[in-house]
């Protein structure tokens, strides 16, 4: 059966994982091919812009993708495949086994439910214990995400908390049944960067009392420099490159990451330096070109990137896991000239995205901006 | 309820090289969306053809009445025939053929429910943005009132002056109708134009100095004009069902002119004598009518806001 | 929460008060109890005229007319003369209201029930067969005028009787004259059965649709989605979550159909033959009886602002995000 659970216990195994949405206009590819290791409490975090598909990869690990999804691959909770589990199968392990926290705390959290009812509520699903019980865990929890009077706190309802309370007490729902995994689906998002502190504060908290493992899915790379032991770049659905922390951070070995990294506004840089960002937007998932997906957009496109993706493949001169396996990973035909390039060097910049007044843009839906991708302005359709 | 972020479906933006003149006049868009709008309409099947069928429909009561060779008005010899090659509809106890009466009665019930939808519309859409518009103590008043209106029945209140405007004729009833409709349509009106005031593009475009006229008429006007739409096709089946009801109490259209629902209450005897004929065929004009214009607002609703989850009926 | 259904009870009064003068005004501008009298044959003298224009209270101002009306009516409990021989109002508003009552309250809960669970499967079953059919069937009953459906169904319902020889639902009158005891209640029931049904139907398909929309709405917010991965069952997820919260919606809903589903009522009375509310309404407006038809549309308005005023708490105990508004 299991072996003995050790530091390095690989809690999540993610393999091959794709998942297609037919729609209308075509099948949606919106994960194609996702792989990662989550190993026992460590926090390994995903980036990518929307669309690349963070999202729905952590969503289908919960199950939660709606009935026309298709999945395949396998994900692996310790010894356990999930894919396939039926749904009632799977609400054993959502909330006790892995946890699940959601972007928007403004509707994460049923207004006509007091929210002691809410967290008691995850206990008692998992755990068969007396109403007070549960009431007393949920102060608890209150507690240990820092809301103050938690006692009082429990018998409110939700729009009597103010947004970065309301998240926090979706972190205590998710740390209720210490689940061995937390996913955290961009938490920060959709609040002020100084409640994001405290948000972050609380996801930390809830690691240390769960010592569970976290997956932290964000845009935002200063989040994640500052919680994660790894990152997992995600572009166009498919990974582009994982590494730990300072490998990302100082060894970027993908265009696209070095342009993440160039759009990101630093303290440490000189005033006179701009941002570089990186022009266009990300493609259509449905009917993807052959190649790398970021080709348009890459400053060192060549041939061969347009007819063949690359995978991804170890990079030189990084570290090895226990397992012998190479920790730094990156999908790029190129990943030796990146090394050591500076954004500026590479991106140009200059922002010829023209932020066209919103008067053009009244109805929503009507009009597509279009780039043309060479330095032009955009048309508007 | 119009902005639904759906987790889902990650996909967006779209990255196509094509070539052409960047085009920034405001009225390419407006095309554009009309014809965005079209397209999504047709791919309602049932409300396509539910065009068909009322076209067809006002074409029978309008033209057809006048061509039929029996008028509404005609005693032929024949009492109490059923459906034959002569009376399609067969005639009543009295000889009048029933064909030329459904037209008839038909074609005055449309000519009534057009009416209402158009005179409530107009009158609830300027109530229901001047309302939403400014907001304070302008809207809270006027929608006060909207309030005590609709504390009364419309039957009861169309019963009312039905009876007392009998002698006026069908416009008068279609008066009183109207005037008793229009305030649910000011509250719809008023509830987008308040959600719409609101909308980031109306700050935006208030932040490049639009003018209010602008505003109005750009952003709020063409979005509001969706919804109503599609509450006219309501009212129209509203109305028919409204003035029918009422003719059939006998306070609506007076003899010797004729409504679908004077028909159906003179048939109610005839049916319990086996004169099925009398009953079913005003009962299904009413049926067809109403309908189609419901399945018409349906697709109509679907076509302008498709983000809404509907049924593609 | 006391306070908050003590605040929605003030602001009814007056609501109410308006109410009453704004219906006054109608019915002395639409209703002329003089009409009948001096249509007789031969007319009657104007002596004759002046004294019932003098019951009637006819010869003053619309301001001094409605006054003494409202005194009359909430400091002496007098409706006023009714100018139907042998009908003493108040008598005839308690009768007709009780048979109504039962129709109109038993079709509002039996219309609520089918559009909540019509609306729940069509919404979970979204563009499936029984979706599709449902909301057809729902545009059907949309489109269907009540006095059709109520006089086709009741011939139906003749002919199924005459060949069964079983007489249990009847097809006229509100009850069988001379029954006491369990006879007299199956014997209601057995005439409740049509009209209920006819009422309902067209609530139901308008309810159905919104709920259905309702439903939709819930199902696709973030609430659902963290109840679900916190390990909620399907089941308990849909009923506590989704239902609960998309139920709040509907009772505003049908508070404000009050209204119609009273005017439907008479169209169904009136096909069925009750002497409810609705024939008091017809018949007085038929005799132009100024008084009867005042209390008629002054009741009715009491009717739809206490619904309303219900609403208005169910909804505060079910959402408490309004409770302090």
């Not at chain 1, 066209?356 to 955009?378: C, K, M, R, S, W």
């Not at chain 2, 649910?184 to 935006?204: F, H, P």
């Not at chain 3, 096909?271 to 009886?289: E, K, P, R, S």
């Amino acid at each position: 059966m299991t072996q003995s659970a050790t530091a390095t216990d690989t809690v999540l195994s993610v393999r091959d994982l794709t998942v297609d949405f037919p729609t209308g206009d075509g099948v949606v590819h919106a994960v194609r091919g996702v792989s990662y290791e989550l190993r026992s409490g460590e926090v390994l975090g995903i980036v990518g812009e929307s669309g690349s598909g963070k999202s729905v990869t952590s969503m289908a690990v919960m199950g939660l993708l709606p009935k026309t999804a298709r999945i395949a691959g396998s994900v692996r909770f310790r010894d356990e495949e999930l894919l396939g589990l039926t749904d009632k199968e799977m609400t054993r392990v959502r909330g006790s086994k892995i946890a699940m926290i959601f972007q928007d705390p403004m509707t994460s959290l049923n207004p006509v439910y007091k929210i002691g009812y809410q967290l008691a509520e995850a206990v008692l699903a998992h755990n068969d214990v007396s109403r007070q019980t549960a009431r007393r865990r949920a102060v608890e929890l209150l507690d240990l995400v820092n809301i103050p009077q938690p006692d009082k706190r429990v018998d409110q309802y939700p729009h009597e908390f103010s947004g970065g309370m309301r998240q926090r007490v979706v972190i205590a729902i998710a740390m209720a049944n210490d689940p061995d995994v937390i996913i955290a689906d961009e938490p920060t998002t959709a609040l002020d960067v100084t409640v994001q502190a405290q948000v972050l504060e609380s996801l930390r908290a809830a690691q240390r009392e769960t010592g569970a493992a976290m997956v932290l899915i964000t845009h935002d790379l200063g989040v994640v420099a500052g919680q994660a032991d790894r990152v997992l770049v995600m572009y166009a659905g498919k990974p582009v490159e994982i590494g730990t922390v300072e490998d990302i951070y100082y060894n970027p070995r993908m265009p696209y990451t070095l342009g993440l990294l160039g759009s990101l506004p630093r303290l440490d840089k000189r005033e006179q330096e701009r941002l570089t960002p990186i022009q266009g937007g990300p493609p259509s998932l449905v009917n993807l070109p052959p190649g790398c997906p970021f080709t348009p957009r890459c400053p060192l496109a060549q041939e061969i990137c347009q007819t063949r993706e690359p995978d991804l493949e170890p990079v030189d001169g990084s570290g090895f896991t226990a397992a012998g396996l190479r920790i730094h990973l990156s999908a790029c035909h190129f990943k030796e000239q990146v090394a050591r390039q500076d954004p500026a060097d590479l991106f140009t910049a200059t922002a010829t995205d023209a932020t066209l007044p919103a008067e053009f843009g009244a109805a929503p839906g009507a009009v597509e901006i279009v780039d043309n991708n060479n330095g032009t302005e955009d048309e508007i359709r | 309820m119009h902005d639904l972020p759906t987790e889902d479906n990650q996909s967006t933006g779209n990255i196509t090289p094509s070539a052409g003149p960047v085009e920034r006049e405001f009225t390419v868009q407006a095309r554009t969306q009309f014809q965005l709008i079209f397209r999504r309409f047709l791919q309602h099947k049932l409300a396509v053809i539910s065009v068909f069928v009322l076209v067809a429909i006002v074409l029978l009561a309008f033209v057809g009445g006048a061509l039929w060779h029996y008028k509404y008005t005609d005693i032929t010899p024949d009492n109490s025939v059923p459906p034959s090659g002569t009376h399609p509809f067969g005639t009543d106890n009295l000889g009048y053929d029933e064909f030329a009466r459904v037209l008839r009665g038909t074609q005055r019930s449309l000519e009534i429910a057009f009416t209402v939808a158009i005179l409530a519309t107009v009158v609830g859409t300027i109530w229901g943005a001047i309302a939403g518009f400014y907001r304070g103590i302008v809207d809270s008043v006027m929608m006060r009132i909207v309030d005590l209106v609709l504390t009364i029945p419309i039957i009861a209140a169309g019963a009312l002056l039905g009876h007392h405007f009998q002698s006026a004729g069908w416009s008068a009833l279609a008066l009183v109708i109207a005037g008793l409709s229009w305030p649910a349509v000011s509250r719809i009106v008023r509830g987008q134009t308040l959600s719409l005031r609101e909308k980031e593009y109306v700050e935006a475009a208030r932040a490049l100095g639009a003018k209010d006229s602008r505003i109005i008429f750009r952003h709020i006007l063409p979005n509001v004009i969706g919804q109503v739409i599609v509450v006219v096709t309501i009212l129209v089946a509203l109305a028919i069902l409204t003035e029918s009801a009422l003719s059939y109490l006998g306070f609506g259209v007076q003899a010797p002119d004729t409504s679908l629902g004077t028909l159906i209450s003179a048939a109610q005897t005839a049916l319990q004598g086996g004169q099925w004929w009398l009953f079913y065929f005003p009962g299904i004009f009413i049926i067809l009518i109403c309908l189609s214009v419901n399945f018409i607002g349906d697709g109509l609703r679907d076509a302008f806001d498709p983000s809404q989850q509907r049924v593609r009926a | 929460m006391l306070a908050f259904a003590v605040r929605r009870l003030l602001v009814s009064i007056p609501v109410f008060i308006v109410s009453t003068f704004l219906v006054f005004l109608l019915v002395t501008w639409g209703a002329d109890p003089l009409a009948q009298l001096k249509a007789k044959n031969p007319p009657p003298s104007q002596a004759v005229i002046n004294a019932m224009a003098n019951t009637l209270y006819i010869n003053h101002s619309i301001p001094a007319r409605y006054g003494h009306w409202f005194s009359q009516l909430f400091f002496h409990g007098n409706w006023g003369p009714s100018i139907q021989s042998g009908i003493a109002i108040g008598q005839l508003l308690g009768t007709s209201l009780e048979l109504t009552a039962r129709l109109v309250i038993l079709a509002m809960i039996l219309a609520v029930i089918l559009a909540i669970i019509s609306g729940v499967i069509s919404a979970t079953r979204q563009y499936s067969k029984t979706d599709y059919t449902i909301t057809l069937i729902g545009f059907l009953f949309l489109s269907l005028p009540v006095f059709w459906f109520a006089i086709l169904l009741k011939q139906l319902v003749v002919n199924m009787n005459n060949s069964l020889n079983w007489y249990f639902i009847s097809t006229y009158g509100a009850n069988t004259p001379g029954l006491s005891g369990w006879s007299a209640f199956s014997d209601a029931v057995g005439h409740l059965i049509l009209p209920t049904i006819v009422l309902a139907m067209s609530s139901y398909a308008s309810w159905s649709r919104f709920q259905r929309a309702s439903m939709l709405d819930v199902l696709g917010s973030d609430y659902m989605r963290l109840a679900r991965a916190k390990g909620l069952s399907r089941t308990r997820v849909m009923v506590k979550h989704g239902l609960r919260t998309a139920l709040i919606p509907l009772t505003t809903q049908v508070a404000l159909d009050t209204a119609a589903i009273l005017g439907g009522a008479v169209l169904t009375e009136n096909v069925f033959g009750w002497q409810g509310m609705g024939t008091m309404l017809v018949t007085g407006i038929n005799a132009g009886d100024f008084n009867t038809v005042l209390a008629w549309l002054t009741v009715a308005a009491i009717i739809v602002i206490l619904f309303n005023l219900i609403a208005d708490l169910l909804y505060g105990v079910l959402d408490p995000r309004i409770r302090n508004a």
